[in-house]
């Protein structure tokens, strides 16, 4: 496996961005991981690492460098209270159209490095950024074959930008794993999300994860159920090898 980690210009600065994929046999299908609201840390390398390992290019960027932040263990230690406020600062910085622009400074790095292959691309969201795995599979149609939001929040809201609505702009596969007991995004806007999708006859699931709570998919947290986690890199796999091979 080659690492590295890179600095990518973007409109409004660099984004410091996590780049894995395999020794051999490359070009590889590029695969945009976009983070969730606790920031660029090890466990999300690991994902990375994960996906790389079955043949993909992946990138991890930071997201809140207009900030300054790159992992929150590195910032001045507040109360649990404190600083989860601060988190939820953070994230709320953040919009579409910025992580779009974001989106495109990844792209175009991809497109300029033999390692990345110039076809087909997929994103993939946790938490906060589903919602932008599903926004970029929308503002580049032609390019993104599959989008994965797992546990995704903002997903139906009023905002003409709203990812149920994006979603019909996208041309690729879309795939939403949701928690069944999830405080961010509740079982009304689950089945508010699914029967818009099946409404519009999208090429699109939404998949309730019974029994399980919001965070499932990471090993580090108090709530990583092992069985739902293999099951949605399952899904993950499975949709990649149908739409990027």
């Known amino acids: ?64 460098y207009r900030r300054g932040v790159m992992e929150l263990k590195d910032l001045p230690p507040l109360p649990e209270a404190e600083a989860r406020e601060r988190m939820f600062d953070l994230m709320n910085s953040l919009t579409i159209p910025l992580v779009m622009d974001d989106g495109d400074a990844l792209l175009d790095f991809a497109d300029r490095d033999p390692a990345a292959g110039a076809g087909p691309i997929a994103t993939l969201g946790y938490c906060m950024s589903g919602q932008y795995a599903i926004n970029f599979a929308a503002r ?19 905002e003409a930008d709203s990812p149920h609505l994006a979603a019909v702009k996208a041309q690729g596969e879309l795939y939403f794993a949701c928690a069944e007991h999830d405080t961010w995004a509740p079982l009304e806007t689950v089945e508010a999300l699914d ?51």
């Open 140 to 158: 580049w149609p032609e390019r993104v074959a599959a989008a994965a939001s797992i546990y995704g929040v903002r997903l139906v809201t009023d």
């Open 1 to 64: 496996m080659i690492e590295q980690t890179v600095d990518i210009a973007t409109k409004a600065g660099a984004s410091t961005t996590f780049i894995v994929h395999p020794e051999r046999n490359g070009p590889h299908p590029v695969v945009l991981f976009f983070m969730d609201a606790p920031a660029i840390r090890e466990e999300l390398r690991d994902m990375a690492r994960r996906i790389a390992s079955v043949g993909y290019y992946v990138m991890l960027p930071n997201l809140y």
């Open 195 to 245: 029967q818009s999708v099946k409404a519009r006859n999208l090429n699109a699931e939404v998949e309730l994860y019974a029994g399980v709570h919001h965070g499932f998919a990471f090993p580090q947290r108090a709530v990583y159920d092992k069985p739902a986690a293999e099951r949605h890199w399952e899904r993950l796999f499975a949709l990649w090898e149908r739409t990027l091979s």
